[in-house]
Nanobody
Framework: QVELVESGGGRVQPGGSLRLSCAASGSIFRIGVMGWYRQAPGKQRELVATITRDGSTNYADSVKGRSTISRDTAKRTVYLQMDSLKPEDTAVYYC???????????????WGQGTLVTVSS
């Protein structure tokens, strides 16, 4: 079993910043791509950002230039620094982890429980 625990969400005023963290624990042999997704009320879950093992990143156009994803593979942790937050960034943010549990097992993915980010004055 793999568990992802997110933290760092909360309420912030427009223009403010937040840093989300997501720590993985459990039976993990190798971590692949780590990422953040979000789901706003009444909308589908969407990609925010991903980061590969070698540090290559990908961002949604809506957050590009305002967000930075990073990872500490040894700590099994992924971060999302969000700056210049807008009301439309309000959503539940979920972290995602692609991993394998043994040397020969297939790649699986795990999701966190979500952390709420509210951007409002």
């Amino acid at each position: 079993q793999v568990e992802l625990v997110e933290s760092g969400g909360g309420r912030v005023q427009p223009g403010g910043s937040l840093r989300l963290s997501c720590a993985a624990s459990g039976s993990i042999f190798r971590i692949g791509v780590m990422g953040w997704y979000r789901q706003a009320p009444g909308k589908q879950r969407e990609l925010v950002a991903t980061i590969t093992r070698d540090g290559s990143t990908n961002y949604a156009d809506s957050v590009k230039g305002r967000s930075t994803i990073s990872r500490d593979t040894a700590k099994r942790t992924v971060y999302l620094q969000m700056d210049s937050l807008k009301p439309e960034d309000t959503a539940v943010y979920y972290c995602n982890l692609m991993y394998s549990s043994t040397l020969f097992s297939s790649t699986l993915d795990a999701w966190g429980q979500g952390t709420l980010v509210t951007v409002s004055s």
